[in-house]
């Protein structure tokens, strides 16, 4: 069980086009999902805070108009990447938490999105 | 702000071998300390987690043990096998907010 998909796994894009991905929790509701952000040989960071219904919240730095969230149901998140450019190239990771007192507020990760911007 | 430091991989050792990878953190109040693994092609897996000082977490022959007065929280295994081949990464936070994450240690394990 706790288990999180992302899609796509891998997308290319060119300079200028925004590029949407999901992240699905398949056998949980989570009321709050996490994306992060992954560069090569550096740890995760994390870039914002998705809660079901309400307006994410940005880590220090994250441009929102740039990484737009939205978790629409309990079950979805999708980071959308508009206007991309070869900069924001990388690997985008998300998180769902398994809420309740016996869980220590756990989270579950997806594999990753791996997108190059051409 | 809390920042979590491991140590540089990758590191490479003979199966059988014992196993400590470092983790040291800095962190205000008192936070939950995790390791995760990922493997390759996969997502990253909770491997162990503690919540309290003194706690120690345990998995699949994987201890740490959170150490409050010297800020770590090491990853031990008595003997590797070559299916341990991972990258690691140490983690503290839970509660509402999002992981602080070290940059992962990459272990190699051969026979």
């Known amino acids: 069980g706790a288990v999180v998909s992302q899609h796509p796994s891998w997308v290319i894009c060119k300079s200028g086009t925004s590029v949407k991905i999901e992240c699905r929790s398949l056998d949980f509701q989570a009321t709050t999902m996490f994306w992060y952000r992954q560069f090569p040989k550096q740890s995760l960071m994390l870039m914002a805070t998705s809660n079901e219904g309400s307006k994410a919240t940005y880590e220090q730095g994250v441009e929102k108009d740039k990484f737009l969230i939205n978790h629409a149901s309990l079950t979805l998140s999708t980071l959308t990447v508009t206007s991309a450019h070869p900069e924001d190239s990388s690997f985008y990771i998300c998180?769902?938490?398994?809420?309740?007192?016996?869980?220590?507020?756990?989270?579950?990760f997806g594999p990753g999105t791996r997108l190059t911007v051409l | 702000g809390d920042s979590v430091t491991q140590m540089e991989g990758p590191v490479t050792l003979s199966e059988e071998a014992f196993l400590t990878i470092n983790c040291t953190y800095t962190?205000?109040?008192?936070?939950?300390l995790f390791w995760y693994v990922q493997y390759p092609g996969e997502g990253l897996q909770l491997l162990l987690k503690a919540t309290k000082a003194d706690d120690k977490g345990s998995n699949k022959g994987f201890e740490a043990t959170y150490r409050k007065e010297t800020t770590s929280f090491h990853l031990e295994k008595g003997s590797v096998q070559v299916s341990d081949s991972a990258v690691y990464f140490c983690?503290?936070?839970?509660?509402?907010?999002?992981?602080?994450f070290g940059k992962g240690t990459h272990l190699i394990i051969q026979p």
């Open positions: 983690a503290l936070g839970g509660g509402a907010d999002g992981l602080t």
């Open positions: 998180s769902a938490r398994l809420s309740g007192p016996q869980s220590y507020n756990e989270q579950f």
């Open positions: 962190a205000t109040g008192y936070p939950s």
